[in-house]
């Protein structure tokens, strides 16, 4: 079974200081790891992935995650956070034998000025 | 290039009756997936559409099917509606051939069974 807990309801932080979003993840084989954006009334963007290679992630609009197989964690993060990044954060997993897509329950960004 | 299309963007239904949702995937992908998002929710996986067949399948009831048409695009059908199936059901294509193949979504149709 596959699952993805994103811890914080809620991650608030001020404009232009950095932000992390946690996530952690349980699969059975190798992960693949999503970070999806989803702004009101829209359906989900694609921010980054992680498949395999460099645990360091770069990926849309100056966002990044680190990928740590002993903690099965996969946080986003980005340096300087702006008051657009305001938004619901899904991450999201799946293994390399299906193709669900399974997701967090979101975790709300606000920005503040 | 065309993203992923959803329609209708809202949709009303009464409880009991029957509801058909439509999705025109990306541009070259040939793989469709449906989600459903409850309120406050993430997305739940409802099944996936490769080559005209439903070859994965989430945890929902029969009550829910698919379509894949040659064109790529799919329906998502719901029968004998029931209250809790109120949410954002999400479209997402994605390209078979593409190593790792991530998904692209659409912007959704909004139900709202009364």
């Known amino acids: 079974a596959q699952s993805v807990a994103q811890p914080e309801d809620q991650v608030n932080v001020a404009e232009g200081n950095p932000l992390t979003v946690k996530c952690t993840y349980s699969?059975?084989?190798?992960?693949?790891l999503f970070w999806y954006v989803q702004y009101p009334n829209r359906g989900l963007q694609f921010l980054l992935k992680y498949i395999t290679g460099d645990n360091l992630v770069k990926g849309s609009y100056g966002f990044e995650a680190e990928f740590n197989k002993s903690q099965t964690s996969f946080h986003l993060k980005k340096p300087s956070a702006l008051v657009s990044d305001s938004a619901l954060y899904f991450c999201a997993v799946r293994d390399d034998t299906g193709y669900a897509l399974n997701f967090g329950k979101g975790t709300s960004l606000l920005v503040t000025p | 290039d065309a993203g992923v299309t959803q329609s209708p963007t809202h949709l009303i239904k009464t409880r009991g009756q029957q509801v058909t949702l439509r999705c025109s995937p990306k541009?070259?992908?040939?793989?469709v997936s449906w989600y459903q998002q409850a309120l406050g929710q993430g997305p739940q996986f409802i099944f996936q559409y490769y080559e005209e067949e439903e070859r994965q399948r989430g945890n929902f009831p029969d009550r829910f099917s698919g379509h894949q048409f040659p064109n790529y695009s799919s329906e998502l059908n719901v029968n004998a509606l029931l209250l809790g199936d109120s949410a954002l059901y999400l479209c997402?294509?994605?390209?078979?051939?593409?190593?790792?193949?991530?998904?692209?979504f659409g912007p959704g149709t909004r139900l709202t069974v009364l």
């Open positions: 541009s070259g992908h040939d793989t």
């Open positions: 997402a294509s994605s390209f078979q051939g593409a190593r790792y193949n991530e998904q692209f």
């Open positions: 699969v059975s084989g190798n992960p693949y």
